[in-house]
C-alpha cells in the first residue's frame, strides 16, 4: 500500500529564517542560506531536518542527533552535538509551533473532506439561512431556517447547525459536529463528534418520578476557542453557558448547563464540570478532573489530573488529591500515609519473625 502525505509541506526554510522567528543568533561560520528540508523528531532526525529540545528527558536523544538545527533553552544548549546548529531560544516549543504552522498550515485546523470550494451537492441549506461569500459546506451538512455563517468559515460532512444559531467567520466546524442554541464567534475549531447546545442535565426529583426542567438557555462561545472531538457543552438552563475567548479544551470533555468558563483557560481530555461552576481566566485543569457544581476556581488556578474539585479554588492555587487541597498539603498527607503503611508493614515482619 502506498504511503500518503496527509500534511503536504507547504514550503522550507532555511536557517537564517529559524534563526529570526526564533530571536536566535546564528553562531559565527553558520550558512544562513541552509535549507532545513523538514522537522523531525530529535531520535528520527536527518542532516537536513529541524528539532527541538527543551525537556531532560531527552538529553540523551539531542546528545546523539543527527539534526541540522535545533532549537534548544539555554538549558541544554552545550548538549547539542557540534554538527547541530544550536538555535538557542527560551521558548523553544512555541517557536516550533509557529514554524510547523507556516510548514503545515493544512494542520492547523479540520479541512473539508470533499475539497469543497462552496456549497456541496447533497448538503442542505434552508432556504432561509444566511450564508456569506466563501463560506464551506461539505455533503450531508444540514443548516437550518435562520442560521447564520460567517465568511471563510468550514461546515462539515453531516454536521448539523440548528435554526437561528450564528456562526462567526474563519471557523472550521469538523464532520458530525452539532450545533444547536448558540452563538460562536470568530476562529472557532470544533473537532469531529463535538456536541454544543443539547439540553442540560436538569430535573425535579422526587418520589413521584424526576420531572424535567426545561432547559432554555443558550451556549455563547468567544473568538478563537477550540474544541476537541467528542466534547460536549450542555445549553444554559436560565442563563448562558459561557466558554471565553482563546479557551483550549480537549477531546471527551463534559461541560455542564449554566457553566462559566474564562479567557485562555486549558481543559485536558475527560474533565467533567457540573452545573453553574465559574472557572476564571488562565485556569489549567488536568485530565480526569471532577469539578462539583456551583464553586468557583480563581483566576490562574491549577488543578492536578484526576482530582476531584469539591469546593471553591482561591486565584493563583495549585490544588490536587480527592479531595482537591494545596498541593503541599496534599504531599504531606501522601508522605504521611507512606510512613504509616512502611511503619505497619515493618510491625507485621516483626510479629511474624517472633
Same mark, same amino acid.
Given at each position: 500500500?502506498?504511503?500518503?502525505? &496527509? ?24 550558512? $544562513?542560506?541552509?535549507?532545513?528540508? !523538514? ?6 532526525? !536527518? ?21 541540522? *538545527? ?21 521558548? *523553544? ?5 509557529? +514554524?510547523? *504552522?507556516?510548514? &503545515? ?44 455563517? !460567517? ?37 472557532? +475549531?470544533?473537532?469531529? $463528534?463535538?456536541?454544543?447546545?443539547? =439540553? $442540560?442535565?436538569? &430535573?425535579?426529583? $422526587? ?32 442563563? =448562558? ?70 469546593? =471553591? ?8 488529591? +480527592? ?26 515482619? =516483626?510479629?511474624?519473625?517472633?
Amino acid at each position: 500500500m502506498a504511503e500518503s502525505n &496527509f500534511f503536504p509541506q507547504s514550503q522550507t526554510l532555511n536557517l537564517r529564517q529559524v534563526a529570526e522567528m526564533a530571536n536566535a543568533t546564528l553562531p559565527d561560520g553558520t550558512d $544562513g542560506e541552509f535549507l532545513l528540508r !523538514g522537522v523531525a523528531p530529535l531520535e528520527n532526525a !536527518g542532516p537536513s531536518d529541524l528539532v527541538y529540545m527543551d525537556n531532560p528527558a531527552y538529553v540523551s536523544a539531542l546528545t546523539a542527533t543527527r539534526a541540522a *538545527a535545533c532549537l534548544v533553552t539555554p538549558r541544554y544548549a552545550a548538549k547539542v552535538p557540534s554538527h547541530t546548529v544550536a538555535l538557542v531560544t527560551p521558548q *523553544a516549543y512555541r517557536v516550533f509551533a509557529q +514554524i510547523l *504552522a507556516v510548514l &503545515f498550515p493544512s494542520a492547523m485546523r479540520p479541512e473539508t473532506s470533499f475539497a469543497a470550494t462552496g456549497i456541496s451537492p447533497g448538503s442542505f441549506v434552508h432556504p432561509s439561512a444566511r450564508l456569506e461569500h466563501g463560506v464551506r459546506v461539505d455533503p450531508g451538512a444540514v443548516i437550518g431556517p435562520h442560521a447564520e455563517i !460567517g465568511s471563510g468559515s468550514l461546515i462539515g460532512a453531516h454536521s448539523v447547525i440548528g435554526p437561528n444559531v450564528r456562526i462567526g467567520r474563519d471557523c472550521s466546524i469538523a464532520a458530525n459536529v452539532t450545533v444547536t442554541h448558540a452563538y460562536l464567534g470568530n476562529r472557532v +475549531i470544533l473537532h469531529p $463528534g463535538v456536541r454544543i447546545g443539547q =439540553d $442540560g442535565f436538569g &430535573f425535579a426529583m $422526587g418520589p413521584q418520578g424526576h420531572l424535567k426542567v426545561p432547559q432554555v438557555g443558550r451556549v455563547i462561545i468567544q473568538d478563537d476557542v477550540e474544541i476537541g472531538a467528542n466534547t460536549t457543552v450542555d445549553r444554559g438552563a436560565s442563563r =448562558d453557558t459561557v466558554i471565553g475567548e482563546g479557551t483550549k479544551i480537549d477531546n471527551l470533555v463534559q461541560i455542564a448547563h449554566n457553566v462559566v468558563i474564562g479567557r485562555h483557560c486549558v481543559i485536558v481530555a475527560q474533565v467533567g464540570i457540573a452545573g453553574s461552576t465559574t472557572i476564571e481566566d488562565y485556569v489549567a485543569i488536568g485530565g480526569q478532573v471532577a469539578v462539583k457544581g456551583h464553586v468557583r476556581i480563581g483566576m490562574g488556578a491549577q488543578i492536578a489530573a484526576t482530582s476531584g474539585v469539591n469546593g =471553591d479554588v482561591p486565584p493563583g492555587a495549585r490544588w490536587g488529591g +480527592i479531595p482537591a487541597r494545596p498541593m503541599r498539603e496534599w504531599f504531606r498527607e501522601i508522605t504521611a500515609l507512606k510512613k504509616l503503611a512502611s511503619q505497619g508493614d515493618s510491625a507485621k515482619d =516483626d510479629d511474624a519473625s517472633s
